[in-house]
């Protein structure tokens, strides 16, 4: 079984083409998602997709086999060319995965490095997956460590502290524009996660605040949650409000634009329109005095951001890095385990048998049966003992599974599968979400 991430972000994709990859709703994801898993060489899988990403995470038993059919199942999807998404695709198998999949938890593979939303975003994905039955075992083995190497990335580094997201990077954009002006009215988009985050730092930055939402009940909910006033309007004052207002924020899950060429109409001053939502919320259009930016155009904010984290981040990789090598190193301990238990029980077996035979024969007494038993298990701990420390310090070498393999040859514990089995549901396993 082998590890495989496909990845498609902002690194290697530009924002038309993940428009066409995102997914927008869990149905799609669900059937995107059980699509790969009834492919034989796919044995679990997990799907991510973000505003700026597209992950699919996956245990497969065929690497080549399995991103084949992978990128196949995303062309056919996004309408987009097999060779193209290939060429583009960043793919990653085993310990790479396992250090991409790190460095995503703890946002160094982020737009906005250290930003605190792509955690919550993975679980959510780890989440859906495990509960629709499209991952097992060996992948939230690799979550909770994910999760485990985020939160140490988070406490070591000081990486999530601070205004640092996608929502916070576009509020930065239209605070520099209005500067030397307070009580500037914004209008926000939607109700969701995004929006909430965006008003938060639009009232901390001093703007004014006007949210719409197709549900307004919703969006009344969420303005009763900040403790200054929010003015929610109806949907269907969005075009007034939109040639009102100089600044507007967007972060709807809308599969397709909300606001089209015909919404907009020809303004005296100048208006900052900022699409952070993918697909975009706002279509191609063309207006005096109107200034759109997209995710992708808020990378001078983000470069800036980078420079800053860069120390940080160095940090960070140090401890990604770690978390790597201990996570292949814990998987290879559990491979011996099983095969330690299983030796034991079999020699516990013959013990076991050939007492009984003896007293069948009358070689010796029952009544020393116990005693026996006993002194032939304290005989068989003493010559067990060395071997079971040497493969568990093995574990941590490369060459540990052709050990691990001769090892049951000699000692014939393949011949009997059950028992292995039954070895390795020994092994407890917590598969809670690291918090």
């Avoid at 959510?124 to 690799?142: I, N, P, V």
């Avoid at 939502?277 to 759109?292: C, G, H, W, Y």
């Amino acid at each position: 079984m082998s590890y495989l991430s496909i990845s498609f972000t902002h690194k290697n994709t530009d924002i038309e083409m993940r428009e066409k990859l995102a997914f927008s709703d869990e149905m799609s994801k669900e059937q995107f998602l059980r699509k790969l898993y009834d492919a034989n060489s796919i044995n679990e899988v997990i799907l991510l997709s973000t505003c700026n990403r597209v992950e699919i995470i996956a245990a497969v038993s065929n690497i080549n086999e399995s991103q084949n059919f992978i990128i196949s199942a995303l062309s056919n999807y996004a309408n987009l060319k097999f060779d193209e998404l290939f060429e583009r695709a960043d793919i990653y198998d085993n310990a790479g995965a396992i250090h991409h999949l790190f460095s995503v938890s703890s946002a160094l593979d982020s737009i906005v490095i250290g930003e605190t939303q792509i955690v919550g975003q993975l679980k959510d994905a780890y989440r859906l997956s495990l509960a629709k039955g499209y991952c097992d075992q060996k992948l939230t083995r690799a979550m909770n460590y994910a999760f485990s190497c985020a939160a140490a990335v988070r406490n070591a580094t000081a990486l999530g502290t601070g205004s640092v997201s996608v929502a916070s990077t576009a509020v930065a954009k239209a605070k520099s524009l209005f500067k030397n002006q307070s009580n500037v009215k914004a209008l926000v988009i939607g109700a969701g996660e995004m929006s909430e985050l965006t008003i938060r730092h639009l009232l901390k930055s001093g703007f004014e605040v006007v949210m719409v939402s197709r549900n307004i009940k919703k969006a009344r909910l969420l303005a009763q949650s900040f403790d200054r006033e929010i003015d929610v309007q109806a949907y269907e004052n969005i075009n007034k409000l939109l040639n009102e207002i100089p600044v507007m924020v967007t972060a709807t899950s809308a599969p397709y634009p909300i606001i089209t060429q015909n919404m907009t109409e020809v303004c005296s001053f100048n208006r900052y329109w900022f699409d952070i939502a993918v697909p975009r919320d706002i279509d191609t259009i063309v207006s005096p005095n109107l200034k759109i930016y997209a995710v992708d155009d808020l990378q001078d904010i983000v470069n800036e951001n980078m420079k800053q984290r860069a120390a940080k981040a160095k940090e960070a990789y140090v401890i990604v890095n770690k978390h790597s090598l201990e996570f292949f190193s814990w998987l290879k301990s559990l491979e011996v385990e099983p095969v330690v238990k299983h030796m034991y029980t079999r020699a516990n077996k013959v013990i076991t048998t050939k007492v009984a035979h003896a007293i069948k024969k009358g070689f010796i007494d029952s009544k020393d049966e116990k005693n026996i038993i006993k002194l032939c298990e304290t005989i068989l701990n003493e010559f067990l003992h060395q071997p079971t420390k040497e493969l568990k310090a093995i574990s941590k070498d490369i060459e540990c599974d052709m050990v691990l393999s001769t090892v049951q040859t000699i000692f014939g514990l393949k011949s009997d599968a059950d028992d292995v089995h039954d070895c390795q549901h020994t092994i407890k396993f917590n598969n809670r979400i690291t918090n």
